[in-house]
């Protein structure tokens, strides 16, 4: 099917029935709970948002494809429920809806987009292997990440063209996995954490995140080790503090130097008499040398965490990047909230 045959645009309130018969003709049942709640806003509220965006693939008047992004927060976006009809697969409709929400996700600044998908639904699996989204976590689902803006990544497969992946459950750790590229016979490596299930269920209802990455140039006898972790709580509340902990380690044979920066999503601040209340830190290691920043953040009283009643994973993203001679890299926590039932 070519480009022109179909047109790809937002779905308004009156294609939701539609749209329930696409996902219906490809097993189905009913749409998500909180997603048929967002019936009651308007096309305007849900934009102004920027929450979620339901596309459709319309083929002589009929809407032949659908798929979800909700993109709340960086650094993660989630694509949910990508369905074609029978009679109209193997005509592109899925790679260009998908493609859509990745460059709708790039808009937004988000550095990640994950998605779920059935463990021998081969044919998800060859369309989103070769649109770059990597196989992560596996449970009662497959998760795949596809990384949009992650220029550390990005620069080391560059670097590395026959670099090679593979991701690994970790030893001792619940719902954490070790995404790796390494290079060629050379034994340069990249190693992303990423915490989270495969599913809502087998996550607690968190959001993945990106807890740590471990980087080794072997030509160069560089390596970084950067964790980012939080404190261990549930349903935070506005006014609530959180205490986070920024590690770093070098392994290499060169000293490296470089800044960490908080980058926190609206009604969060670093405030702490304990620590400090700046949102960038310079930081310097000689070969072997280790470093602990503690940060403490405070969820403002003003933060309306009813928000993220709508969204399928009711945790609120905080992230820091690192920045180190040319090179970029994110890592984030997500933070499980109390979620009160919004009033409207």
Known sequence: MAD???VVRDSDEEDRPRTRLVRWSVGWTEPPAQHRLWAGFSAEEWASR???????????????????????????????????????????????????????????????????????????????RGMDFFPATQGKMLRMVRFVDYPLLAS?????????????PLPDASN???MEWSAYVKESYLRLELTGGATKSESDGVAPALRAFDWRSAEEERGLEVTFDSESLHDIEPEHYVELTIRAR???????????????????????????????FQWELAPGEELLQAVEVQIEADFDSSVLWYLNYGSLPISMETYWSGHRALLSTSLPMAIPPPTE
């Open 250 to 280: 070098n392994h290499g044979k060169r000293a490296e130097s470089g800044i960490f920066e908080m980058i926190l999503p609206p009604g969060v601040r670093v405030s702490s008499p304990r620590t400090n209340q700046k949102k960038v």
């Open 50 to 128: 920027h929450f979620f965006r339901e596309f459709v693939a319309e083929v002589d008047g009929m809407i032949a494809a659908r798929v979800g992004l909700e993109a709340f927060c960086p650094p993660f976006a989630e694509i949910s429920d990508l369905s074609v009809r029978p009679e109209f697969r193997r005509g592109g409709l899925g790679r260009t809806l998908t493609q859509k929400c990745l460059g709708e996700a790039a808009k937004r600044n988000f550095v990640a987009v994950f998605l779920q998908t059935e463990l021998d639904n081969s044919a998800a699996h060859h369309l989103y």
């Open 176 to 178: 954490r996995c070790q």
């Open 4 to 6: 022109s045959d179909f």
């Open 156 to 168: 080391f497969r560059y670097r590395y063209p026959l670099n090679q992946y593979r991701c690994t």
